[in-house]
């Protein structure tokens, strides 16, 4: 993609700056994930020497995703920096990239960071993210649809009362 690609093609020793912004077309480059509706602007700052380049990333704004247990739309607020060295070499044989250290051959110009870009949003998202509760503690999932996917029941602490326990106790105080 190509306004993901960071090219540093004669770039000065120093500092640059770069802005990217992540949005819905973004995303639908990477079905296979959960985030949909996405506005999320990553400001770059690069540093340049002779033989690296820092690249510090600040991510901020937001993403849809959709609840585990029901499927109602969540939002998930995206907030957190993150800083890779890229080292350059004559050689990248033997040298394996790690999360926050690439390896890049002398001759090349530039990086694409659509990949990196996306793994890193999308790690912002829970393993399991469900709708929140209500001020009563219930869940506001859509039961109509928990029910249909036979999903289980949130487990509640032995010997507390059940919802209907409690809508019973009520009817009779009224
Ligand atoms: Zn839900």
Redesign the pocket.
């Known amino acids: 993609m190509g306004d993901y690609m960071l090219s540093f093609a004669g770039l000065s020793m120093g500092r640059h700056t770069f802005r990217y912004r992540l949005d819905d077309a973004f995303f639908a480059c990477f079905p296979e994930g959960d985030i949909r509706q996405a506005d999320v602007t990553v400001d770059l700052t690069l540093e340049r020497t002779e033989r690296l380049m820092r690249l510090h990333f600040d991510f901020a704004g937001r993403f849809k995703t959709a609840?585990d247990?029901?499927l109602?739309e969540l939002d998930c607020p995206v907030a957190f920096q993150d800083e890779v060295i890229v080292r350059f070499t004559a050689d990248t044989d033997g040298k394996e990239d790690e999360d926050n250290l690439w390896w890049v051959e002398e001759h090349r110009d530039k990086l694409d960071l659509s990949q990196y870009l996306y793994e890193t949003v999308a790690l912002q998202r829970p393993i399991q993210m469900?709708?929140p509760e209500d001020e009563t503690g219930r869940s506001t999932?859509?039961a109509a649809v928990v029910e249909r996917m036979g999903a289980p029941e949130r487990t509640k602490p032995a010997g507390a009362l059940s919802e209907d326990n409690l809508a019973v106790l009520r009817s009779l105080k009224n």
């Open positions: 609840c247990r029901c109602n469900f709708c999932c859509n």
